[in-house]
């Protein structure tokens, strides 16, 4: 088993910036894709980023240029960037993990975190 725990949420203004980290523990996950979703009160959970063992990068088209995964895999650990933040950013994030490539949809993830709150005020 993988568990996995999001920190760094919080309240931010338009145009502000945060920083999510995400700690990996239980089962080694050498070779896990892990990546961001974020799911919004009356949306579906949606893919935001995603990044592969050897560091490769996906991003959703709504957060290029904004937002930068990166991943430290000596201490289990992954983290979005989030910068000139949007009120239409607001969402509940969460981390997940799944063994092999980056996967788009929620569906192809094994392990998720319980989420961080993320809200953009305008």
């Known amino acids: 088993q993988v568990q996995l725990e999001e920190s760094g949420g919080g309240l931010v203004q338009a145009g502000g910036s945060l920083r999510l980290a995400c700690a990996a523990s239980?089962?080694?996950?050498?070779?896990?894709?892990r990546a961001w979703f974020r799911h919004a009160p009356g949306k579906e959970r949606e893919f935001v980023a995603g990044i592969g063992w050897t560091a490769a990068t996906y991003y959703a088209d709504s957060v290029k240029g904004r937002f930068t995964i990166s991943r430290d895999n000596a201490k289990n650990m992954v983290y979005l960037q989030m910068n000139s933040m949007r009120p239409e950013d607001t969402a509940v994030y969460y981390c997940?993990?799944?063994?092999?490539?980056?996967?788009?949809?929620?569906?192809?993830?094994?392990?998720w975190g319980l989420g961080t709150q993320v809200t953009v005020s305008s």
């Open positions: 239980g089962r080694t996950i050498s070779g896990y894709a």
């Open positions: 997940a993990a799944r063994f092999g490539v980056v996967g788009g949809g929620p569906n192809e993830y094994d392990y």
